[in-house]
């Protein structure tokens, strides 16, 4: 499956971002997808995943309550919407599918990523 994401940018602290992720190739469905991201000298880190139906999503307590992921499998997307941006979450943000789980673990298959930007 391919992944490209499109949605970032530049936005002030206490903003918000819409990231989408369209994918290509096999059945969408057949993929649980997540959201990581990385900042400048650190790991790549989990920020959400969602099952293949979509029904049940998944958080890191950094993002809870702030950022919402959704998909919507006619159309082959993933989303994440991003509330109360703070200048830590300034990232390149990556979309990721697995087809066999999901979760910080998950990663069979990796977006290009986004840059997202919060300044203060």
């Known amino acids: 499956v391919q992944l490209v994401e499109s949605g970032g940018g530049l936005v002030q602290a206490g903003g918000s971002l819409r990231l989408s992720c369209a994918a290509s190739?096999?059945?969408?469905?057949?993929?649980?997808m997540g959201w990581f991201r990385q900042a400048p000298g650190k790991e790549r880190e989990f920020v959400a995943a969602?099952?293949?139906?979509?029904?049940?999503?998944y958080y890191a307590d950094s993002v809870k309550g702030r950022f919402t992921i959704s998909r919507d499998n006619a159309k082959n997307t993933v989303s994440l919407q991003m509330n109360s941006l703070k200048p830590e979450d300034t990232a390149v943000y990556y979309c990721?599918?697995?087809?066999?789980?999901?979760?910080?673990?998950?990663?069979?298959?990796w977006g290009q990523g986004t840059q997202v930007t919060v300044s203060s």
């Open positions: 990721a599918a697995s087809a066999t789980t999901w979760g910080p673990t998950m990663g069979d298959y």
């Open positions: 190739g096999r059945t969408f469905s057949s993929y649980a």
């Open positions: 969602i099952t293949w139906s979509g029904a049940s999503t």
